[in-house]
Structure formats: C-alpha cells, structure tokens
C-alpha cells in the first residue's frame, strides 16, 4: 500500500480516537467512522489525492464537517490534499484505472465510483468524466434478477422501479445509443454486500425488447430488455459458493414478503430455464419466486400424498420442499409448471424410488393447477414439456 495511503488512515484512526473521547463530537462519531472505511478502500495516492480534493473545493456534502480537526494537532480533510501533495509527490501519478481493472477480481462500490469518475449509486451510472457508462447487476433483488443465457446473453433490465419503463428515459436512452456513440459499457455483477465482479466491456447485440415484470408496488409493467455479450470472449468471474448462497439467502427472505396474489403475478410471468452459475464446480440457480409460489400453492398440502405438512418452519408456515419433475441436472427449466411442492418423505422418495406412478400423478397435479390458473400461455408449454407423457 502506498505510504500517502497509510499516512492517512492512520491521521483518521486519530480523528477516530478523538471523537470516542470528546462527548461533544459525538454525534460525528458515524460520520468518521464511514469516512475510515470509505478511505480503506483507496489503495492508491493519486486516487486519494482527489477525495481530498472534493472537501478543499468545498464540493463534497461534509466539507465543513471536518475543519475542527486542525485545532486538536490533526489535518483536516480540507487541508489533507495539500498535505499529500506536498509530502508525498513521487506517489501522485499512482491511481487505479479502468486498464487496470482486471476481470474476475472484486471491487468496492467506492473504488468503481472512483475509477470510473461517477456516481456510487443505481444501476446506471453514467461518466462523462471517463466517457462511460457502468451497470450494475444485484443479484439480492428477486424482482430485479437478470442471468446469462447458456449463449452467452445478458438481458438487462432498464432504469425505472415504478411504472412502464421508457427507452427515452435518462441512462436507458445512453445504453441504446452507446455503441453509436463511442460510449464504452462495463459491467460489475454483485451477489454480496460491496463486492463487486468485475466483467469487462460489454456491448447491446441485438434488438431491445421489452417484457411484463412486477414494479416495486407490486403492479406489472412494462420493463425494457438489453441484450447484452461480453465484447471479448473470455471466461465470466467464478463466484465463489459464500457469495452466490448470500444472494439466495437475501432473496428468499425478500420473497416470503411477498403476498400469494404478488408470488402469483411474478411467478407465471417467468419463462427462464434454469442458469448455472461457475463457482468451484457449476451450481445450478433456482429462482426463489418459483419454488415459493409453488409452496404457496400447494396450501400447505404435499402434492403427492395429499397430507398436511408434517410440521412448521421457523417462520410458522407449512414446510414443504420444492421438487423439478424434470431435474435441473437433466437440464428441466425452473418455471411453475415442473415444480411441485413435497413434504420431506415423498421428495426423498421422489429422488430415491422414482416410482412412474407418483411421476404422472404428479403431473396431473400440476395440469389441474393450470387448469384452475386458466392460463393458456403456462399450460401450453406445459403440454410441450410433458404431452407424451401426460396423454398416455
């Protein structure tokens, strides 16, 4: 690490110590300790040197925040570029750039903002500074989830929470118009807080469509979809396994919020098969809405005995497991109409026995749902998908 860089977390270690022991900054004690940690994440001089910049210009939110600190022997932020400069030229020229990104490692939110020159929020982020456009994939967002097809396309989800998406609307528009322009496109894909894999550029290869998502009220909406591939071919990140359960984890617990008429409304609207994900070895990516639409479904009843759940989860509700009919290993989509909901000992037996019998009746459980959905779209597939089977 740079000396310039660890001259200055240990003059905020001092502010740290001293707003612990002085009672009247202790309503600055959050501020300094989120200033640390923002800091810990420069690993260069040069890109120190502008943080610093932004409170001597009096452009940054706290700038006044900090002057107090010359009194008590330590340099304030304002005064901390000058200082760096003065002391520490030989390291001026040391900044982390886009060049020096490499694919596959994972960055900070204040390191991307940093080297990117834009801001450290939304999905996104816009550069004029560096010519730039950076998007953003969270993968903790069940409603907001997009995947990489086995060919190797992104379908990204455009700006806009609330309501129709428009094409003409802020970044959405920069997007569509960037290979035109000469407008350079990264993506960093998220599956923990603050860790960010980095892909490289990326470019729109096809036409932008658009598909019928829910909104963060709950309500269906039009959503713009850009197609997106990697502009070399290489290998994607591997993720390791803590950060892609973490993603799991998040999501799931945002899902059981979700109302069953909410589950319902999203859950047949999806249409992806199965992602796998390049971990140590290839995980497969079940999405959360589907297995919890289909517990829900079931109404705490397993699918296959007809019996009540044996017992309550933590969260008091029925526990049921979601079971493939046509396993993701064998290469199923994970949609609604090849799950169904199992109490412990018929899943077992399911991937145990394997019995044809509970395997067609299984079916028939699933048609009767669709049935019951009148949803031509779900029960047309579902006859592609299991048609020879369920007709004999």
């Known amino acids: 690490m740079d000396k310039g860089v660890l001259f200055v977390l240990n003059n905020c270690e001092k502010t740290l110590k001293l707003v612990n022991e002085i009672k009247e900054f202790k309503d600055l004690k959050s501020l300094v ?15 120190m040197y502008e943080h610093f910049l932004k409170y001597k ?19 304030s932020n304002e005064n901390m570029a000058d200082y760096i400069k ?9 900044y982390l750039t886009i060049d020096d990104l490499i694919i596959g ?6 390191e991307i903002a940093s080297t990117f020159k834009c801001s450290n929020m939304g999905g ?4 004029l500074e560096t010519n730039s456009l950076v998007l953003i994939v969270k993968h903790t967002n069940p409603l907001y989830d997009d995947h990489w097809t086995e060919e190797g396309i992104l379908n990204y989800t455009g700006m806009g929470t609330k309501g129709n998406q428009s094409l003409d609307f802020a970044q959405n528009k920069t997007l569509a118009i ?17 860790e960010y894999y980095y892909n490289g550029e990326v470019e ?10 829910l909104d963060s009220d709950g309500n269906l909406r039009k959503v713009i979809k850009y197609p997106l591939k990697l502009k070399e071919e290489m290998k994607k990140a591997f993720i390791t396994e803590d950060s892609l359960k973490n993603s799991i984890e998040i999501k799931e617990k945002e899902i059981k919020k979700l109302s069953y008429e909410e589950l319902k409304k999203s859950a047949l609207k999806i249409k992806n098969k199965s992602y796998s994900k390049q971990i140590i070895t290839t995980y497969r990516d079940r999405n959360p809405i589907v297995s919890q639409y289909t517990k829900k479904r079931a109404n705490g009843y397993c699918d296959l005995c007809d019996n009540k759940a044996p017992f309550l989860s933590k969260n008091h509700e029925p526990y049921l497991e979601n079971h493939h009919l046509i396993t993701l290993a064998e290469n199923g989509p ?6 169904v909901a199992l109490c412990p000992n018929c899943h077992r037996k399911m991937h145990i026995v394997n019995d044809k019998k509970d395997f067609k009746k299984l079916i028939k459980k699933i048609y009767g749902y669709l049935l019951k959905e009148k949803d031509e779209k779900q029960l047309e597939e579902f006859k592609n998908l299991f048609g020879n089977i369920f007709e004999k």
């Open 204 to 213: 729109v290869i096809g036409p932008i469509t658009t598909a019928e998502e």
């Open 33 to 47: 300790v989120r200033e640390y940690y923002y800091l810990k994440s420069i690993k260069y001089t040069g890109n």
């Open 334 to 339: 994970d949609v609604t109409y090849n799950t």
């Open 124 to 127: 996104m982020r816009r550069s």
């Open 86 to 94: 003065t002391n520490y030229p030989d390291e001026m020229d040391h």
């Open 57 to 75: 210009s009096g452009n940054h939110k706290y700038a006044e925040k900090f002057k107090f600190l010359d009194k008590y022997g330590i340099i």
């Open 178 to 194: 960037a290979k035109k322009e000469g407008i350079k496109v990264y993506l960093f894909e998220s599956y923990k807080d603050n």
């Open 105 to 110: 490692n994972t960055y900070t939110n204040n």
